[in-house]
């Protein structure tokens, strides 16, 4: 996209120098591992010679229900993947469930973005869920009566147990991520890791998702989810990590959605409109922008 | 029946039809697999790579499935390690260890003295050549191939449908990768000397892409597959036998034409797109409808 000249340059503010704020240094970090489910030292990460995500530190306590936000390129799948285990950081120390990632396994659920997924492929709403069984079937073993009554429990707190029998690639994009939050619970994970559960659907789908997400924060299962959508963050979300590249900020979601801290998350792609955050990122588009709104247009960072 | 009975009173016949019959499955149950993770040039890269192995065991007197097996294995392995590992493309790097290892075969092939025509049976296969001895070993591979898949056929399902979810719940989904490229490459060996290596991932491939005509549900997938590939081995063998051509090339024949005939008139087939396009309904029904 195309950056007009900015209207009005706005720098970091002093008080939201790194090392200063106060949000960045929210935990204390002895205290913080041994009571984290998932705990980040220092952790830079990337791909080839491509650095996503710079000296990362947090510690997510269990029971947390945390939002990663952030604009595109932000790390913040990068982050989701190093906690999964599918990544491995270049230098830091990440630990999960307390182990290195992938040793506790079997206790995370992992949902991939939705364009990740091939949806032609030939399985119904039914077999995704199942396949949340799996792991902890084990090889050799086949799914049991236990394992057909997780599933179909899960289909209907998701509300998909008419679809069933569908094959996934005839469901709505809310449907869609309705059946792989299924895949999870069916898993009955201490840890869920989603990435971009709620984006792109509609608010009715949106609510079910976030009220299911809530019910297993309040029963001291762990979520962390990356998102766009600041408004359901701000509603929904205890806790928020705003990242580009680095922490912005981290803490509690009523502290770190102000507009000066999301200014610095989102480099030059935050949209405030009276006062009001409503739109960031690449989504955003000048030629739509209506009369009065202000755009804040930082730094691009490396972008 | 006189067509149909006479022909098992030959002993070539029989085990070429208890050969071709197993090929027929054992190449669709891992074709099912092959296909739902777009991998046919591998497929067809690793009987390739059976050839110098074929030609090795030739020269020293030994099985030509052990010979066969090595090369294969190897480089089925070898693929697998490139893709996760090398800076190159993934088919790049198949395609040079794709020509490179079916040269050598041919230059190992050109050292030897003499017409040596059980090797051109490798490359279009010779099901009536197989002796009991190789069938005998066939059995076991081929069998053996489908036990694993027997046993981990849901770990290969999640590893394929979706690898990030897998390995981050815990299916060693790497080392899956290297099983299957290991099966894949069992299954060929098995299939060298029925179909050649030059038409194998014909068989791997269209049993599983004629099912997908059909349905969208994996276990009926893999059954149709295996139905279809079955069946195409059985009718094929005999076409042959009747009209006296080559067996292999008239399997894979059979094959394609039942993929036509189910890319034409099946449920997800051509016909019945334009069906649901001309209703006016949104469903997806494969792939190119995303």
């Known amino acids: 996209m195309t950056l007009q000249p900015p209207a009005e340059p706005v720098t970091t503010p002093a008080h939201l120098e790194r090392s200063s704020h106060p949000l960045d240094h929210a935990v204390d970090a002895a205290h913080a591992h041994a009571h984290a489910d998932v705990w980040l030292s220092d952790v830079s ?96 073993r086949r799914p049991g009566r236990g394992d057909r009554r997780a599933t179909a429990d899960a289909l209907d707190q998701v509300g998909m147990s008419a679809h069933r029998r569908t094959q996934i690639g005839r469901l709505s994009g809310g449907q869609r991520r309705r059946v792989f939050l299924a895949r999870a619970l069916a898993a009955e994970p201490d840890l869920f890791l989603l990435d971009e559960p709620v984006t792109g659907i509609d608010t009715t789908t949106q609510e079910l998702l976030m009220d299911l997400l809530e019910q297993q924060a309040r029963r001291g299962k762990t979520v962390v989810a990356t998102t766009h959508d600041l408004a359901c963050v701000a509603q929904r979300f205890q806790q928020v990590m705003a990242i580009n590249r680095s922490v912005v900020a981290y803490g509690p979601s009523n502290l770190v959605l102000d507009a000066d801290v999301l200014a610095r998350a989102y480099g030059g792609h935050l949209l405030v409109v009276e006062g009001r955050t409503v739109l960031l990122d690449d989504a955003h588009h000048h030629d739509a922008a209506a009369p009065g709104e202000r755009h804040f247009h930082e730094q691009d960072p490396g972008r | 029946m006189g067509v149909v009975l006479d022909p098992l009173e030959f002993g070539f016949f029989v085990r070429a039809l208890i050969a071709s019959s197993l090929v027929g499955v054992v190449c669709a149950v891992v074709g099912t697999y092959v296909v739902l993770r777009g991998i046919a040039f591998i497929g067809d890269a690793i009987a390739h790579a059976g050839f110098p192995g074929v030609v090795a065991a030739y020269m020293l007197s030994i099985p030509f499935y052990l010979g066969a097996a090595v090369a294969a294995v190897g480089t089925a392995l070898a693929i697998g390690y490139v893709t996760k590992r090398g800076g190159l493309r993934q088919d790049t790097a198949i395609g040079v260890l794709f020509a490179g290892t079916f040269a050598f075969g041919v230059f190992l092939f050109s050292t030897i003295k003499g017409y040596v025509a059980d090797l051109f ?145 099946g449920q997800r087939g051509l016909i019945a797109r334009r069906r649901v396009r001309a209703g006016g309904d949104e469903v997806a029904l494969g792939p190119g409808s995303r």
């Open chain 2, 121 to 265: 049976g490798f490359l279009l296969g010779n099901v009536l050549a197989i002796g009991p001895e190789d069938l005998i070993a066939l059995v076991v591979l081929g069998v053996g191939v489908m036990v694993v898949v027997a046993l981990l056929w849901k770990e290969l399902l999640y590893a394929t449908f979706d690898p990030l979810g897998a390995a981050a719940s815990g299916i060693p989904v790497d080392r899956l990768e290297y099983l299957f490229l290991a099966l894949v490459a069992l299954t060929i060996v098995v299939s060298l000397q029925a179909v050649g290596i030059i038409l194998v991932v014909a068989m791997l491939i269209t049993p599983a892409a004629t099912a997908q005509m059909l349905t969208a549900r994996f276990t009926r997938l893999m059954i149709g597959a295996g139905l279809v590939g079955i069946a195409s081995a059985i009718l094929g063998l005999y076409l042959s036998y009747w009209l006296n051509v080559a067996s292999g090339a008239t399997i894979v024949l059979v094959e394609t034409a039942l993929f036509l005939f189910a890319m034409a008139l």
């Open chain 1, 45 to 140: 990460a990337g791909y080839g010679d491509r650095t996503a995500l710079d000296h990362i530190t947090a510690a997510v306590e269990p029971g947390s229900l945390l939002a990663v936000v952030g604009p595109n390129g932000a790390g913040k799948s990068t982050l989701l993947k190093l906690m999964a285990g599918l990544l491995q950081p270049w230098t830091g120390r990440i630990e999960i469930l307390g182990a290195p990632p992938g040793r506790e396994a079997r206790r995370v659920a992992y949902v991939p973005q939705a364009e990740l997924v091939d949806w032609a492929f030939p399985v119904t709403v039914e077999d995704v869920v199942m396949m949340g069984r799996f792991p902890r079937l084990g090889p050799i």
